[in-house]
């Protein structure tokens, strides 16, 4: 029988071989553990350096509101007024609120670097009422347009606070520092056409950010503020009944914007029914006027004209030509102050209805409806030059062919009434546009 074969040398040598292996392998594991580890203690070190640099405010500045997501959303964080909350704001907060006057409202401005914010807050503070803004900042349109009128409103001693109507803990707070007896809820995602290209916005803006706000305001706020808020004269979409009345139907939005302002609508009234709130709408009619939305045709056409640029004005399928109801803007802020100043007290508290409450919707127009191309045809003369036109069939975009207020309503209770024709209130904005961009380019060159 062959013995079997020595393996104690070959078994001794596999042992110091494992061994080896073993010793190797740990050493290579740690030194890869350590490279590993010292290159991850870099690249954090790398994204704490990147995100300081990107995002200094949000490392180096104390934050109020946990809900930076809803914020950041529209806003840029680089801008250096992100902060809020702490006693310095809150001393901000009260004085920009305190009436000058007795018994002075004290109004919380929504979109109050908006075109029809900035003219009410100034208006407000003017007659002495105590007002403060609030506005996200966003880029729909220029936003150093938004930042001129902050700095407006501010020469004029109202604080605009950068947040947006969806970050509740901001708005909670807000309410809290300052017993509100008003607010005029402005903040929204305008422009017709532009629902086609970004439809979300305006859920988020005019469905969201309004029941947040309602949110707030009913449950939250102690007294419950009496809301008035921007609603618009796209409500009445389809109807061909004129001129357009309160009574009329508003059931067949033709864009999403109007819509989602017909939403709006439903929602006030059910905050009104359950929880008391004083709510009064407004349907603005095509609002023009210095300070004005480069997003409109006015605007955007005036900028064209002047660069020699091609304008596109659309006619209504049978050759008829378009129409706006177009509003000037000081009509419509003596149209928001009635409405502030007859609206009656909320009669909730911590979301309890304890009775009855005012509902109201209006329209603010101007009564007079102008074909698009005389608006041009103004534009032309008061600028001294030919618009280059190019004339198309109205698109499916979401316009209408034909708007005109019926105001009487507003008339018997907000005392409102328009004054202010085409002709004189374009050439009002002609001439803030002309003095504000000659300013601008004289400062961007300067710098
Ligand atoms: O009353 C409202 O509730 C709304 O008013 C405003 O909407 P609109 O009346 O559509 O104003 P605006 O865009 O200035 O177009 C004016 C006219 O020019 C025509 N138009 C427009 C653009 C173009 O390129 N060509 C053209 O002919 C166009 O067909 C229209 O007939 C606000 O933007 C809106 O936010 C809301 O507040």
Redesign the pocket.
């Known amino acids: 029988m062959a013995s079997p074969p020595d393996t104690s040398k070959t078994a001794k040598l596999e042992r110091c071989n494992n061994y080896l292996r073993r010793v190797n392998s740990a050493k290579i594991i740690s030194a890869s553990s350590r490279l590993l580890f010292r290159a991850s203690i870099l690249a954090t070190v790398a994204l704490i350096l990147l995100f300081t640099l990107h995002y200094p405010p949000l490392l180096l500045l104390s934050h109020y509101s946990a809900n930076a997501a809803a914020r950041s959303s529209h806003r840029s964080l680089l801008s250096s007024d992100v902060t809020y909350g702490g006693a310095a704001w809150e001393r901000e907060v009260r004085s920009s609120a305190t009436p000058r006057r007795p018994s002075g409202l004290t109004v919380l401005v929504t979109g109050a670097a908006g075109f029809v914010g900035t003219h009410c807050s100034l208006a407000l503070k003017k007659r002495g009422d105590g007002v403060v803004g609030l506005d996200n900042f966003n880029s729909y349109y220029d936003p150093s347009l938004k930042r001129a009128r902050q700095s407006l409103l501010s020469r004029h001693g109202v604080l605009v606070v950068d947040g947006d109507i969806n970050d509740t803990p901001l708005l909670t707070k807000l309410l809290d520092v300052v017993p509100f007896s008003h607010v005029l809820h402005l903040a929204a995602q305008?422009?017709?056409r532009y629902a086609m290209r970004n439809p979300q916005s305006y859920v988020t803006s005019n469905v969201a950010g309004l029941v947040a706000l309602l949110e707030v305001a009913a449950k939250h706020a102690d007294p419950q503020p009496a809301i008035v808020w921007a609603s618009?004269?796209?409500v009445y979409g389809l109807n061909t009944a004129t001129p357009f009345s309160e009574l009329h139907r508003t059931d067949r939005p033709a864009s999403l914007y109007a819509a989602t302002k017909k939403a709006g609508e439903a929602i006030a009234h059910t905050y009104n029914h359950i929880y008391g709130l004083s709510i009064t709408g407004l349907r603005?009619?095509?609002?023009y006027g210095p300070w004005g939305r480069p997003d409109?045709?006015?605007f955007s056409f005036t900028n064209n004209i002047l660069r020699g640029k091609p304008?596109?004005?659309?006619r209504v399928q049978d050759g008829t030509a378009?129409q706006?109801d177009f509003t000037y803007i000081d009509d419509v802020v003596k149209g928001c102050l009635g409405a502030l100043d007859t609206a009656e007290r909320s009669t909730g508290s911590g979301g309890k209805k304890r009775g009855p409450a005012q509902l109201r919707v209006y329209n603010l127009g101007n009564t007079s409806p102008v074909p698009?191309a005389k608006m041009v045809g103004i534009l032309e003369e008061l600028l001294g030059k030919k618009a280059k036109k190019h004339v198309v069939t109205?698109p499916q975009n979401g316009?209408v062919p034909y708007?005109h207020a019926n105001v009487s309503m507003a008339e018997r209770d907000l005392g409102y009434r328009a004054t202010t024709d085409l002709a004189t209130g374009l050439k009002k904005f002609v001439r803030w546009y002309v003095e504000y961009y000659d300013r601008k380019s004289k400062k961007e060159a300067s710098a």
């Open positions: 305008a422009g017709v618009s004269s796209s603005f009619f095509t609002v409109m045709a006015y304008i596109t004005l659309f378009v706006r698009v109205l316009d708007t």
